[in-house]
């Protein structure tokens, strides 16, 4: 049985860090497209950030670019976000998702292309 469980969610101000984990049992990081998403309340979830750890390519949505760095430690089979430059309009509840797959699940990066999802860690980022 799949599982993904994120940790490192946490209250920061603006400006601050976090790393937020996604650990994975009965499955393996390994050639897959692993990305993060997140919600904010009253708005739809958005892709964040997404990574094939097949070659290592990596994707980022405008909002994040130059302040997130998406990241997998092998041996850990943990991918990883480190988020910098924290703004408020970055608190959100932020879910790890992964594929069965496929460089081209990362490429277009809709939802419906990641059947294991995590349940989330709450970031929660004050001005």
């Known amino acids: 049985q799949v599982q993904l469980v994120e940790s490192g969610g946490d209250s920061v101000q603006a400006g601050g860090s976090l790393r937020l984990s996604c650990a994975a049992s009965g499955y393996t990081f390994s050639s897959k497209c692993v990305a993060w998403f997140r919600q904010a309340p009253g708005k739809e979830r958005e892709g964040v950030a997404r990574?094939?750890?097949?070659?290592?390519?990596?994707f980022y949505t405008d909002s994040v670019k130059g302040r997130f760095t998406i990241s997998l430690d092998n041996a850990k089979n943990t991918v990883y976000l480190q988020m910098n430059s924290l703004k408020p309009e970055d608190a959100a509840m932020y879910y790890c998702?992964?594929?069965?797959?496929?460089?081209?699940?990362?490429?277009?990066?809709?939802?419906?292309?990641?059947?294991?999802w995590g349940q989330g860690t709450q970031v929660s980022v004050s001005s």
């Open positions: 990574i094939y750890t097949g070659g290592g390519s990596t």
């Open positions: 998702a992964a594929d069965r797959g496929s460089w081209l699940s990362c490429l277009v990066g809709s939802e419906p292309n990641f059947p294991y």
